[in-house]
């Protein structure tokens, strides 16, 4: 069972030419910096309109996100918008790739892979997701929306115990 679920959750790893390609790696040495530079950027903006257009440009950037991957087995559960996430395994690192049908959430997508991708399980399991309420992401979103970036971290959570 706990090999099913693993297939479910893992794609297979990509051929040398696309290695990293669209998994994010990691911005900051750790997450605990990523967490903490986020929030400086986040403290630069006056008002939630001004952040919500900065997290949608985050969104921008991701790597394009394949679309034989956007299926059943990479959609996160939880997500008012179409949110999916996959994962692979390098060097005892997991690298994260993700995208979502709606622009804000694109840009979620891309704050808590800049938090979680390219570290490792025990680092992962030692990041709560609690963050997003410290950073004040969960208040500024709908309950809808908030809940989706709270069942996208688990499923990274998930991801790292199995």
């Not at 918008?81 to 049908?101: C, H, N, T």
């Not at 399980?121 to 709560?128: A, H, K, V």
């Amino acid at each position: 069972m706990v090999v099913e679920a693993r297939q479910a959750l893992y794609i297979p790893p990509m051929p040398a030419a696309t290695t990293n390609a669209p998994f994010l790696p990691p911005e900051d040495d750790t997450a605990e910096a990523a967490i903490a530079a986020i929030g400086e950027e986040l403290a630069f903006f006056d008002d939630w309109m001004d952040r919500y257009q900065f997290i949608i440009e985050l969104g921008r950037k991701l790597p394009e996100y394949p679309q034989a991957w956007q299926d059943e087995a990479h959609r996160v559960q939880g997500c008012q918008s179409q949110v999916w996430l996959a994962a692979e395994e390098q060097d005892q690192k997991l690298f994260f790739a993700g995208a979502s049908d709606a622009a804000i959430v694109s840009g979620l997508v891309a704050l808590v892979l800049r938090v979680y991708s390219g570290r490792s399980r025990e680092e992962i399991l030692g990041t709560d997701p609690v963050f997003l309420k410290d950073l004040g992401l969960i208040a500024a979103l709908s309950a809808n929306r908030g809940n989706g970036v709270a069942a996208m971290a688990e499923r990274i959570q998930t991801i790292a115990r199995n």
